[in-house]
């Protein structure tokens, strides 16, 4: 597998330097420079493979020789070790439940392989690397959990201050080992800011071999196109299928894209947003206008610069029009989120967290009769539960998995959003 960046086709590496540095020199991402087509014959006959038979052969087209056959397949395996299943809520209407790994968030499925990868690569060198992540939530603690006491690899993740949930918190700073949680006085779009900023660095870079497990990784979206085959491999019926993602990185949107140039003949992508509707307007006006980050209930969607927009635009030769035809974009409010968790709840008797939330309504808004519309649920209600306590009457339920960690001490360590904290915190 090779891989190019956005910024410079010429600017070619393999998928071990993708994998281990993240980002390009130039400021662009990663792309594989040849998406293959998957064979008719496995796309028609998916319900004849498990998850994990997908997820190997997906994985084998995108990254062919690089990786052995059979260390390739224990790399899938020991990653996709959980289900996804699709449950069917109303007419038309499924959820992809992907919050069945061990923090309760769709997160754990690219933050499990990647660890794996890079602990592929790294098995034969000196190499010591530093993985620098920002989370605006479910990352941190999905990255912690997949790396956590994986060898010659430290994880630093910065998250911001009064903006993740209480078990969200708990998930990134009760592992010690080589996980250390950063508490930064700011938003996530400063956080992200911040890790873009250590990536740049010279001394940094000199003195420690530092790489991200954002979703500008390409090893967080290979795993996550694997669930856009599975979910299409559960549903039976002879109409188009379209994907609704919640979205706020873009990195489980681009993922999807990738499915469909594997092949997977999905109908339409639905972009859904909180009020951080960069991407819809960008649908509508064909403008790319960054913002500064507004604070709401789906903060894991809290993004007000998605990285991955210029994956998108690069897998559309940043055609506009051709973008605008197979993605929509939706933005719902916070006040629409809740009805919504309400509303389902009492009619369908199904508990979404506020991002599926957005999710669900972004696929009323989109309203095609004769389409099945497969929502990606991205997390488990509990872990946002305390955001919507005061706006539901209804108790969550409570998977038992959560305990053991609400009862953990945490360990953090406060610094401000300035550079120099974070860097001098680094070098240390
Ligand atoms: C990260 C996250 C999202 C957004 O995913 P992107 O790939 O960044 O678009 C949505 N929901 C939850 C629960 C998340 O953790």
Known sequence: MKLYSTNDKNNIVDLKEAVLHSLPKDKGLYMPTAIKKLDDEFINNLHKYSFQEIAFKVAENLIGETIPKEDLKNIVEDSINFIAPVVTIEDKTHILELFHGPTLAFKDFGARFMARLMQYFLKDSNEKIKILVATSGDTGGAVAAGFYNIENIEVVILYPKGRVSKLQEKQLTTWGGNIKALEIDGNFDQCQALVKQAFLDPELNEKCNLSSANSI????????????????????????????????????????????????????????????????????????????????????????????????????????NNIKEEILGYSISDEETVETIVEVHNKLGYVLDPHTAVGYLGSKNYNHENEEKIILSTAHPIKFANEVADSINFSIPHPSSINTILKKEGHKTKLSSDFKALKDFILQ
């Open 217 to 320: 990784n390409i090893a967080r979206l290979i795993p996550q196109s694997f669930y856009y085959f599975e979910a299409y491999k559960q549903l039976t019926t002879d109409l188009p299928i379209s994907f609704v993602v919640p979205s706020g990185n873009f990195g489980n949107m681009t993922a999807g894209l990738l499915a469909k140039k594997m092949g997977l003949p999905i109908s339409k992508f639905i972009a859904a947003t909180n009020k951080n509707d960069v991407f819809p307007k960008y649908l509508a006006s064909g403008e790319y206008n960054p913002i500064q980050a507004y604070e709401t209930l789906s903060n894991a969607m809290d993004i007000g610069n998605p990285s991955n927009f210029y994956r998108i635009l690069d897998l559309y030769g940043s055609t506009w």
